[in-house]
């Protein structure tokens, strides 16, 4: 292999590498305008918006993760830390994404109100928070003590973590601790989101008109499913073929993810609604003035002439 074949090889990864930040960048900061959104407007505290807050809070810290593992491949233990983080919040955002579908399902099953169903399930998001966070730290624990531990048995399952790679060396443990776990929770997701999709089909018009605003918010997250899906399936691909196109459009579409919660999701949906609650209230809060001055002027003139009249 000449220089020159070299040294358009080292341009090409570093061409990738770059790409990969800046798009998973633009990600990162719209995925925190989300979580800023989320954390100032009180009328989004609810579990289904907890649950995609910290969907969105696993996906960014991967990302950032993910970063890390382009960045830092000077050696072993960079590259082991590197490679345990994305694993564990892969397997975290599959199972909060599960969470989110089981709310979907669960809330618009339902026919009490809104506050009601809050007050009534407030427990539910403790549970959720519970599997998707130990679920993916057992794996996780497990996936160390296999790489690390003494035991013989261990051998087959080994990750063999490499600087050559920086992610799992061998192909059984990645698809035993990594794919499968992962593809579980997708597995189960869509079958909860086929489940909402049949039960809003068998509703009553009345009953949707009801549940307006969260199947709203169904149409949404089921476009986000359908692009979380593609972006796992060219991230599969990219794993096992290390081809470099395949990984640009994996970054891109990491990248197109943050993108439409911002734009679909956060912008449109919730920083309007939160601008037009504001001016409500603003408006709202002037009427009441105005009222309570048109009052104060109505009882001057009332006393004025009272006053006048005993004069």
Known sequence: MDSDTVDSEILQRLS????????????????CVHLIVFLITEYERTIMGKNFAMLCLTMLLGYLSYIGNIVLQNSIQ???????????????????????SIETWKSIKTTKTQQD????????????????????????????????????????????????????????AFFLLHILPVNVNLAINFSFIAATIIKLQKMKTETLYYHQDMIKEFKYYLRLNGLIGITWLAGLIS?????????VIYVLLNAIQGSYIFLIMTFHDKISTFIYYVDT????????????????????????MSDSTRI
């Open 16 to 31: 990738t590498k770059l790409t990969a930040i800046i798009c998973l960048s633009v990600s990162i900061l719209f995925l």
């Open 239 to 247: 794993e096992y073929t290390r081809s470099e196109a395949i990984t």
């Open 117 to 172: 169903y809050e007050l009534k399930n407030s427990w539910r998001f403790s549970y959720y928070s519970l599997y998707s966070w130990i679920m993916p730290a057992i794996i996780t624990a497990g996936t160390m003590y296999l790489e690390f531990g003494d035991s013989n048995w261990s051998n087959e399952l080994k990750p063999k973590f490499s600087d050559k790679s920086c992610g799992f060396g061998q192909a059984n």
């Open 78 to 100: 960079s590259c082991i830390i590197t490679v345990i983080a994305c694993h564990f919040l892969s397997i975290s955002q599959s199972a909060w994404l599960l969470s989110t």
């Open 281 to 304: 209230e603003y408006d709202m809060k002037m009427l009441n003035e105005n009222e309570s001055d048109d009052d104060l002027s109505q009882s001057e003139r009332l006393t004025g």
